[in-house]
């Protein structure tokens, strides 16, 4: 994702310049590279971009237009435009009288400093610009209307064969099995079709980085909620725990802040206590003392040698 701490990898490069893109189009009213770089971007986080609510009257806010900057600045001025607009409402207005007012400001701010929640704001408030303006369909298809029309017409004249109307560009990429990882997500009801399509597209783009990566950039989980779900995926594989106890365990570490481990214990479905699986600090802790441990005996040994009287 793009702007994510750590290092960098395929999937956040490829998401900064498609961000850029996407934003400058946006702003210099190119619906053409608009189009082309949502379309990019959908394919990669479709969980970022829902479908349009039809029965909904009132359109999504732009919050750039809210904190009164353009949508392709950088997040340094995001930050600036937020703390302006805060600013100048509590000097003008009462939060008393308009605490909705007030809160939307707040959201903005919120919304537009996460990279992750500004990419989302940025593809649905760019899709609701297209279909404005009548560059694509009412439905969100992120396909433009004249595209749309001369296929028609090629195809009315034989000269090209139909295109399911998912289209091709923004077509899911469906996996025949998932990894471990994004099942245990699932039955967790941690992340739902969405998130799974998202990783499962990302691991065909970028099958190089590993699916702990891609979990933990999209910040569906913590650091130490990747240690219980990998330590889960152990203990199924050894016929330990159960899905379903593994399920109501992983909900008390989300909800109450019990260990996943602990929850199996106090339950009384996992006898043996265990160490989160996968914590290397932990692992080069122990190896480091093994280390230790190895020289003061090697040490010991050789003033042991020193001190023995030579032999006649």
């Not at 970028?206 to 203990?235: C, F, R, W």
């Amino acid at each position: 994702m793009a702007d994510v701490g750590g290092g960098a990898n395929r999937i956040e490069l490829e998401s900064q310049i498609l961000c850029s893109a996407l934003r400058l189009s946006w702003a210099d009213d190119d619906s053409k590279g608009l189009v082309r770089s949502a379309r990019e971007l959908y394919q990669l986080f479709p969980d970022l971009l829902p479908p349009p609510k039809q029965d909904v009257g009132e359109r999504p806010t732009d919050y750039y237009d809210l904190l009164q900057v353009r949508c392709d600045v950088p997040q340094s001025l995001v930050v600036a435009g937020y703390l302006r607009a805060a600013k100048n409402f509590l000097r003008t207005q009462s939060v008393k009288d308009r605490r909705q007012d007030y809160f939307k400001i707040l959201t903005a701010g919120f919304v537009l400093r996460k990279p992750r929640l500004r990419l989302s704001h940025d593809l649905v408030i760019g899709r609701e610009w297209l279909i404005q303006r009548g560059v694509i369909p009412e439905d969100g298809t992120l396909e433009e209307i004249e595209e749309i029309r001369k296929e028609a017409e090629a195809i009315a004249l034989g000269v090209a064969e139909p295109v399911p109307v998912q289209r091709q560009k923004t077509q899911p990429i469906v996996a025949e099995k998932l990894p471990m990882l994004i099942e245990l997500l699932k039955y967790g009801q941690i992340i739902g079709p969405a998130e799974v399509q998202a990783l499962t597209n990302q691991m065909t783009v970028a099958p190089e980085i590993p699916v702990k990566e891609l979990i933990l950039s999209a910040g569906y989980v913590t650091d130490s909620e990747m240690n219980s779900l990998q330590l889960a995926e152990y203990l199924l594989s050894q016929d330990k725990i159960t899905l379903a106890q593994f399920a109501v365990a992983m909900y008390d570490e989300r909800t109450q802040g019990i260990k996943m481990a602990e929850s199996l214990q106090v339950r009384g479905w996992l006898e043996t206590q265990v160490k989160p699986y996968g914590d290397e600090d932990e692992q080069k802790k122990r190896a480091e003392e093994e280390r230790r441990r190895r020289q003061e005996e090697w040490k010991r040994r050789e003033d042991e040698e020193k001190r023995r009287p030579p032999q006649s």
